[in-house]
């Protein structure tokens, strides 16, 4: 059974800093992708960053680039989202996902199919 809990999140104030973890059990991401995505209330669920499985390219939304950084530990089971340089519009709730995504897809949500319960970032102005 897989599962995967996200933890890290937390309120800020613009210009801060947060790191968010997502600890997978049943499968690793020796094989699978992970990836970050973000919803805001009223606001469809959409991508933020992935790692492929093969290589450990690294993929960003261009609201995101430059500022958050996606990595994943040795071992991986863990990803990280740092996230620098934080701004009032990256307020959302986080999910980490894994899946098998092919690159042209990377994406989109219907492209993982395993979900975290997401945690929560809130940055004020």
């Known amino acids: 059974q897989v599962e995967m809990v996200e933890s890290g999140g937390g309120a800020v104030q613009a210009g801060g800093s947060l790191r968010l973890s997502c600890a997978a059990s049943g499968l690793t991401f020796r094989n699978y992708d992970g990836a970050w995505f973000r919803q805001a209330p009223g606001k469809e669920r959409e991508f933020v960053a992935n790692?492929?499985?093969?290589?450990?390219?690294?993929s960003y939304a261009d609201s995101v680039k430059g500022r958050f950084t996606l990595s994943r530990d040795n071992a991986k089971i863990t990803l990280f989202l740092q996230m620098d340089n934080l701004k009032p519009e990256d307020t959302a709730v986080y999910y980490c996902?894994?899946?098998?995504?092919?690159?042209?897809?990377?994406?989109?949500?219907?492209?993982?199919?395993?979900w975290g319960q997401g945690t929560q970032v809130i940055v004020s102005s």
């Open positions: 996902a894994a899946g098998r995504a092919i690159t042209s897809t990377i994406r989109r949500p219907g492209s993982y199919a395993n």
């Open positions: 790692i492929r499985w093969h290589g450990g390219t690294t």
